[in-house]
């Protein structure tokens, strides 16, 4: 089946510092997987990050950026200098028609805590 | 502005009660969602909807019925709760638009099952 994979739980990271987390993911049951960033703010529900629909492609929102990397499978999360208000959890999705021909169903990897340190 | 939401926001039930979920959205949607998130797990699919009257299984049903009675709402029923089920609950529209699957969630329902 398909599957997302967020090896950090949890990363702390200071403010103005730069981060990364990592997402991969495997597609078996998808022709085109589109690939998502969803964010969700402590008290808050689940908002829209970045999307990317194309493989190849860069999504961008609030200074975060991914790039869909089909070759390797990945869709990591980068910012160059984070700040308090980034701390959040980070989840990794992926979606799209499935082969099968039924309906389109997200995939969330587990979720990164993001702690950002004054 | 599209939009769903649920209710309650919270819910507090005793094992044995019945619980209903409700989810409303304004996106004007086919497709909506139930799903749970726990520490550790991202959020996990429990029922979907490809419109009113339908009801599909997703990957964790088993405790849970769910009902589509118009294509603005959708519930999710807990006949018999147990405190397993003690977990956040986020309800999802979404359709394919512009080349792109993405689903609108709302603000969640935390359940406690004693």
């Known amino acids: 089946g398909d599957s997302v994979t967020q090896t950090e739980g949890q990363v702390t990271v200071s403010e103005s510092k730069s981060l990364i987390i990592n997402c991969t993911y495997s597609a078996t049951s998808i022709g085109y997987p589109n690939l998502f960033w969803y964010v969700r703010y402590p008290g808050e529900g689940l908002q829209l990050l970045l999307k990317v629909i194309t493989a190849g492609q860069k999504g961008s929102s609030r200074g975060f950026e991914a790039t869909y990397n089909k070759e390797a499978t990945s869709f990591h999360l980068q910012k160059a200098s984070v700040q308090e208000s980034d701390s959040a959890v980070y989840y990794c999705a992926l979606s799209g028609a499935m082969l099968s021909g039924s309906f389109n169903k997200l995939t969330f990897g587990a979720g990164t805590r993001l702690a950002v340190c004054p | 502005e599209a939009a769903v939401t649920q209710s309650p926001r919270n819910k507090v039930a005793v094992t044995g009660g019945k619980v209903t979920l409700s989810c409303n959205q304004t996106n004007n949607h086919n497709n909506m969602y139930w799903y749970r998130q726990d520490t550790g797990h991202g959020l996990r699919l429990i029922h979907y909807s490809y419109g009113a009257g339908s009801t599909e299984k997703g990957d964790i049903p088993d405790g849970y019925k769910a009902s589509r009675p118009s294509q603005e709402n959708f519930s999710l029923i807990l006949e018999l709760a147990t405190p397993s089920q003690t977990s956040v609950y986020f309800c999802?529209?979404?359709?394919?638009?512009?080349?792109?699957?993405?689903?609108?969630f709302g603000p969640g329902t935390r359940l406690t099952v004693l």
């Open positions: 999802a529209s979404g359709d394919l638009d512009r080349g792109s699957y993405e689903q609108y």
